[in-house]
């Protein structure tokens, strides 16, 4: 049979992206044709494979807390924290000053999600609107591991400068 675009068949939901075959019930799945058999093989994608490294607890959505620390699902899977344990959160970013009108803005991201967009906004007071204030990527230190490091350049243009990793998915 042949699939284009997006549709329903027996009341499920489908779409075809790239090769893949994304269906409403949270998997997504690859057709390959092996040997003259086509093969369908399903896989969680994104946040949901990584909730089942961590079975058998069922830590639940992105939005959930599961071990209470504080820090949602969603910002422990970003920033490589582990859900069941509230003593390791993720990996903070962290600020160098190196002098001179900027200071290096470090975060680790995922480097197995493209679905997953990290920026680095600033603000000069609490008041306005947060914006990219010029900030820029100086390079990347890959890890050999889902996560890698990102060193920013972010400028500082006034005596006060706030600074926050945004992550959207």
Do not use: C
């Amino acid at each position: 049979f042949a699939m284009h675009g997006t549709g329903r068949i027996n009341d499920i939901q489908w779409g075809l992206d790239n090769g893949i075959i994304q269906i409403a019930d949270g998997y997504s799945y690859t057709l390959s044709n092996e040997s003259g058999d086509s093969v369908l093989t399903g896989f969680k994608p994104g946040y949901g494979a990584w909730a089942d490294t961590w079975l058998p607890a069922v830590i639940g959505s992105e939005t959930d807390d599961f071990d209470m620390d504080g820090a949602d699902n969603f910002y422990e899977y970003v920033l490589n924290g582990n859900p069941t344990n509230a003593a390791v959160q993720g990996v903070a970013p962290t600020f160098v000053d190196v002098g001179g009108a900027s200071f290096q803005y470090t975060h680790v991201v995922r480097n197995d999600d493209p679905n997953l967009v990290y920026t680095v906004k600033t603000t000069t007071d609490l008041m306005t609107p947060w914006g990219d204030g010029g900030s820029f990527i100086l390079g990347t230190n890959e890890t050999g591991t889902a996560y890698d490091e990102v060193i920013n350049s972010v400028p500082v243009v006034e005596d006060t400068t706030f600074v926050k990793l945004e992550v959207v998915n």
